[in-house]
């Protein structure tokens, strides 16, 4: 993993601990494309543990407008699309968790 790419994540990660705090994030997985109408976004998977806990709505609200700051400051223009998913459903969509 290029040290960007490491950057990349490891931004992600703060921003979802400063609003989640009690999460159990295991693992980010920002990936650079173009939507259909042709705008660069930057999917980003979120990998939580298996937990019956729900995030808070209060603080999802707040979520890309505090990523989209973070990532500007470090030269990623790129808007963010956010899906998350239970360590369980990744292993089914075969991301690699660290």
Not at 15 to 37: G, K, Q, R, S, W
């Amino acid at each position: 993993m290029s040290t960007n790419q490491e950057g990349l994540k490891a931004t992600i990660k703060e921003v979802l601990m400063e609003l989640f705090p009690d999460a159990p994030i295991e693992d980010v997985f920002p990936n650079p494309m173009v939507d259909d109408d042709g705008d660069p976004i930057l999917r980003i998977f979120v990998v939580l543990g298996n937990t019956k806990e729900k995030l808070d709505p209060k603080a999802r609200l707040g979520l890309i407008r505090k990523l989209r700051t973070r990532l500007a400051e470090i030269g990623h223009d790129e808007f963010p699309v956010v899906s998350f998913y239970s360590s369980d459903e990744a292993r089914k969509l075969r991301f690699e968790t660290a």
